[in-house]
């Protein structure tokens, strides 16, 4: 089985400085990793997804997240953050082998003009 | 062109009745989901289908019935509702064509409450 933890709840950060959201998975298989978004009433968009390869992925509004094995991490980055980033993120994980799709409890994102 | 569509958006209800909830995908999508977003946006999955197969049912009570008429559609009903029914409900679909549980598209959201 797999399991996510998202460590921060909340995370306030002012306009133009950067971000990081933090991203635990535990899991004994291989295991396809993504980052969603929920923009205020709005559903769930993916925002970035590693599958293989290059263990950096990037998003097109300048969001990027690394996939790190030996950490067990897939922590979500942004150098600059804008108000409109403003939203609750989620981390999932699923098995390249059965047909679970985990997600993490979130977090808050509130950018501070 | 909506990919994901629930009907209806909001629903408000008293104790007791039974009510529910659909979902339709434009996608070709063959597996969809329910999830149930509470008040602390913890999601939780509810059901999935794949080509109208039951393949995931997590323990929630059965009060919850989901039905699957065609790959496209994905209905939630919901009997005798409690106070604790209260949530947001998305529906989401994806395809299981590369063997693997992949990138999910969400529909809007439907707000239940349950008075």
């Known amino acids: 089985a797999q399991s996510v933890t998202q460590l921060d709840s909340q995370v306030p950060v002012f306009e133009e400085a950067p971000v990081e959201l933090r991203c635990n998975y535990s899991?004994?298989?291989?295991?396809?990793l993504f980052w969603y978004v929920q923009y205020p009433n709005q559903g769930l968009q993916l925002l970035l997804k590693y599958l293989s390869g290059s263990t950096l992925v990037e998003s097109i509004n300048g969001f990027e997240a690394e996939f790190n094995k030996s950490q067990t991490s897939f922590h979500l980055r942004k150098p600059s953050v804008h108000i409109s980033d403003t939203a609750e993120y989620f981390c999932?994980?699923?098995?390249?082998?059965?047909?679970?799709?985990?997600f993490g409890t979130g977090t808050s994102l509130t950018v501070i003009p | 062109d909506t990919a994901v569509s629930q009907t209806p958006k909001y629903l408000v209800t008293q104790m007791g009745n039974d009510k529910s909830i659909k979902c339709e995908q434009n996608?070709?999508?063959?597996?969809m989901y329910w999830y149930k977003q509470d008040s602390k946006k913890f999601l939780k999955i509810m059901f999935s289908?794949?080509?109208?197969?039951?393949?995931i049912n997590e323990t929630v009570p059965n009060r919850f019935s989901p039905k699957s008429p065609d790959k496209a559609h994905l209905n939630l009903h919901i009997n005798s509702l409690e106070l604790g029914d209260s949530a947001v409900y998305f529906c989401a679909s994806s395809s299981r064509a590369s063997g693997f549980v992949g990138e999910q598209y969400f529909g809007p959201g439907t707000r239940l409450t349950v008075t």
């Open positions: 899991s004994s298989v291989s295991v396809y």
């Open positions: 999932a994980v699923s098995s390249n082998t059965g047909n679970q799709f985990y």
């Open positions: 996608l070709g999508h063959d597996t």
């Open positions: 289908y794949n080509n109208k197969e039951l393949i």
